[in-house]
Protein backbone atom coordinates (compact mmCIF):
# COMPACT_ATOMS: atom_id res chain seq x y z
CA UNK A 1 0.00 0.00 0.00
CA UNK A 2 2.87 2.62 1.04
CA UNK A 3 4.68 1.67 -2.56
CA UNK A 4 1.70 2.23 -4.41
CA UNK A 5 1.36 5.83 -2.55
CA UNK A 6 4.98 6.32 -3.34
CA UNK A 7 5.05 5.83 -7.00
CA UNK A 8 1.73 7.57 -7.93
CA UNK A 9 2.92 10.80 -5.73
CA UNK A 10 6.34 10.34 -7.50
CA UNK A 11 4.48 10.38 -11.22
CA UNK A 12 2.59 13.53 -9.81
CA UNK A 13 5.89 14.99 -8.58
CA UNK A 14 7.35 14.44 -12.22
CA UNK A 15 4.44 15.95 -14.00
CA UNK A 16 4.36 18.88 -11.34
CA UNK A 17 8.09 19.57 -12.29
CA UNK A 18 7.18 19.19 -15.97
CA UNK A 19 4.65 21.46 -15.87
CA UNK A 20 6.41 24.43 -13.68
CA UNK A 21 9.66 23.88 -15.99
CA UNK A 22 7.60 24.22 -19.13
CA UNK A 23 5.25 27.28 -18.03
CA UNK A 24 8.61 28.63 -16.77
CA UNK A 25 10.22 28.06 -20.28
CA UNK A 26 7.21 29.90 -22.26
CA UNK A 27 7.85 33.23 -19.90
CA UNK A 28 11.44 33.43 -20.42
CA UNK A 29 12.40 31.45 -24.01
CA UNK A 30 15.28 29.57 -22.04
CA UNK A 31 16.36 26.77 -24.19
CA UNK A 32 17.77 24.93 -21.05
CA UNK A 33 14.26 25.15 -19.84
CA UNK A 34 12.58 23.36 -23.11
CA UNK A 35 15.54 20.53 -22.63
CA UNK A 36 14.46 20.32 -18.90
CA UNK A 37 10.64 20.22 -19.13
CA UNK A 38 10.51 17.54 -21.80
CA UNK A 39 13.35 15.63 -19.86
CA UNK A 40 10.59 15.93 -16.66
CA UNK A 41 8.01 14.62 -19.48
CA UNK A 42 9.82 11.34 -20.41
CA UNK A 43 10.14 10.96 -16.54
CA UNK A 44 6.31 11.10 -15.92
CA UNK A 45 6.19 8.96 -18.13
CA UNK A 46 7.97 6.67 -17.10
CA UNK A 47 7.11 7.01 -13.25
CA UNK A 48 3.37 5.90 -15.14
CA UNK A 49 4.69 3.01 -16.62
CA UNK A 50 5.81 1.89 -12.79
CA UNK A 51 2.42 2.29 -11.50
CA UNK A 52 1.15 0.21 -14.88
CA UNK A 53 3.70 -2.29 -14.41
CA UNK A 54 3.65 -2.18 -10.27
CA UNK A 55 -0.18 -2.42 -9.48
CA UNK A 56 -2.29 -3.16 -12.76
CA UNK A 57 -0.46 -5.61 -14.53
CA UNK A 58 0.40 -8.74 -12.89
CA UNK A 59 3.32 -10.56 -12.77
CA UNK A 60 3.07 -12.39 -15.88
CA UNK A 61 3.94 -8.79 -17.77
CA UNK A 62 7.61 -6.84 -17.17
CA UNK A 63 7.49 -3.81 -18.32
CA UNK A 64 11.01 -2.91 -17.01
CA UNK A 65 12.51 -3.13 -20.45
CA UNK A 66 10.04 0.06 -21.43
CA UNK A 67 10.63 1.53 -18.67
CA UNK A 68 14.41 1.91 -18.76
CA UNK A 69 14.17 2.57 -22.68
CA UNK A 70 11.56 5.42 -21.69
CA UNK A 71 14.32 6.42 -18.90
CA UNK A 72 16.63 7.05 -20.88
CA UNK A 73 14.45 8.45 -23.99
CA UNK A 74 13.89 11.14 -21.22
CA UNK A 75 17.60 11.99 -20.08
CA UNK A 76 18.44 12.35 -23.94
CA UNK A 77 16.94 16.14 -24.34
CA UNK A 78 18.43 17.27 -21.00
CA UNK A 79 21.29 15.70 -21.66
CA UNK A 80 21.36 17.60 -25.67
CA UNK A 81 20.25 21.13 -23.68
CA UNK A 82 23.27 20.81 -21.16
CA UNK A 83 26.17 20.28 -24.45
CA UNK A 84 24.87 22.43 -27.33
CA UNK A 85 22.96 25.13 -25.19
CA UNK A 86 25.17 28.04 -24.86
CA UNK A 87 23.79 30.75 -22.87
Excluded: Q
Excluded at 8 to 30: D, E, G, N, P, Q
Excluded at 31 to 48: M, Q
Aim: aromatic content about 10%.
Amino acid sequence: MAASIIYMLCALTAFACACLILRSYLRSRLRLLLWSGLCFCGLFINNVMLVIDRLLTGPEVDLSTGRLAVALVALLPLLFGLIWVEE
